[in-house]
């Protein structure tokens, strides 16, 4: 069964730095995309950024580029989105998702989903 659990989130002063993790079990992470998607109250879930596990394509939403950088460790089956200068804007609860397919940022298209975690960036 595919389970994915994300980790890393937490209280953060603008400027600040955090690292998610999203492990994956129940499947191989070959040939699979991992998004990370994000929702704040009242707002549209938005794609943050993507990475193919089979070639390390990524994506990056413009509000992130050259701020959040996504990398994957397949032998521990883990997906990371080192987040810096975070802003108070960032503030959301951050999913990772998985599908058979290459990087894409709708939200839609992805299968199977985390529980979330909270990022706060608030002074």
């Known amino acids: 069964q595919v389970q994915l659990v994300e980790s890393g989130g937490g209280l953060v002063q603008p400027g600040g730095s955090l690292r998610l993790s999203c492990a994956a079990s129940?499947?191989?992470?070959?040939?699979?995309?991992i998004g990370w998607f994000r929702q704040a109250p009242g707002k549209e879930r938005e794609g943050v950024s993507c990475?193919?596990?089979?070639?390390?394509?990524?994506y990056y939403a413009d509000f992130v580029k050259g701020r959040f950088t996504i990398s994957r460790d397949n032998a521990k089956k883990t997906v990371y989105l080192q987040m810096n200068s975070l802003k108070p804007e960032d503030t959301a609860v951050y999913y990772c998702?998985?599908?058979?397919?290459?990087?894409?940022?709708?939200?839609?298209?992805?299968?199977?989903w985390g529980q979330g975690t909270q990022v706060t960036v608030s002074s």
């Open positions: 998702a998985t599908s058979v397919g290459l990087c894409s940022s709708t939200w839609w298209e992805y299968d199977y």
């Open positions: 129940g499947f191989t992470l070959d040939y699979y995309r």
């Open positions: 990475i193919s596990t089979s070639d390390g394509t990524t």
